[in-house]
């Protein structure tokens, strides 16, 4: 059975591929969008059990837009969300007000075992059914 579904946003090819295989890997089903404008219509329709959400997309705000939106729908406000960021200062300034929003942060460069805990953790065990 397919494990539930793990919603990447991420603007970086290579992080892309990279969070991709691992989540699959790890039984994960796994869909990638590289922008956040595209992500927040997709996650109305049919939410994901997860989202890795990497704060600095195509535009400097565009992740923070797009976890500002999610939390403001209450057909979204439910999804965990865990940020991603090498950006320092975002890490300095704003994580306490993503975490307010309830998302976790998870800092690059980040270790594929802790990654994989934290998706555990939020979206649920690999064999669990979508949705769960």
Same mark, same amino acid.
């Given at each position: 059975?397919?494990?539930?579904?793990? #919603?990447?946003?991420? $603007? $970086?090819?290579?992080?892309? %591929?990279?969070? =991709? +295989? #691992?989540?699959?890997?790890?039984?994960? =089903? *796994?869909?990638? %969008?590289? !922008?956040?404008?595209?992500?927040?219509?997709?996650? =109305?329709?049919?939410?994901?059990?997860?989202?890795?959400? &990497? @704060?600095?997309? +195509?535009?400097? &705000? #565009?992740? %923070?837009?797009?976890?500002?939106?999610?939390?403001? $729908?209450?057909?979204?406000?439910? @999804?965990?969300?865990?940020? !991603? !960021?090498? $950006?320092?200062?975002?890490?300095? +300034?704003?994580?306490?007000?993503?975490?307010?929003?309830?998302? +976790?942060?998870?800092?690059?460069?980040?270790?594929? &075992?802790?990654?994989? #805990?934290?998706?555990?953790?939020?979206?649920?065990?690999?064999? *669990?059914?979508?949705?769960?």
């Amino acid at each position: 059975m397919a494990g539930p579904l793990v #919603a990447v946003v991420q $603007d $970086d090819g290579t992080l892309q %591929w990279l969070l =991709r +295989e #691992a989540l699959e890997e790890a039984g994960y =089903r *796994a869909r990638v %969008w590289p !922008t956040g404008d595209g992500a927040y219509p997709d996650f =109305r329709a049919s939410p994901p059990a997860l989202a890795l959400l &990497d @704060i600095r997309l +195509e535009r400097p &705000d #565009a992740g %923070w837009e797009l976890l500002q939106q999610l939390r403001a $729908d209450p057909a979204t406000a439910g @999804i965990p969300v865990l940020v !991603t !960021t090498a $950006d320092g200062a975002f890490l300095r +300034e704003r994580a306490g007000e993503a975490r307010a929003l309830g998302a +976790e942060v998870l800092a690059l460069p980040f270790d594929l &075992d802790d990654l994989l #805990a934290a998706v555990r953790r939020l979206a649920g065990p690999p064999g *669990a059914a979508p949705g769960a």
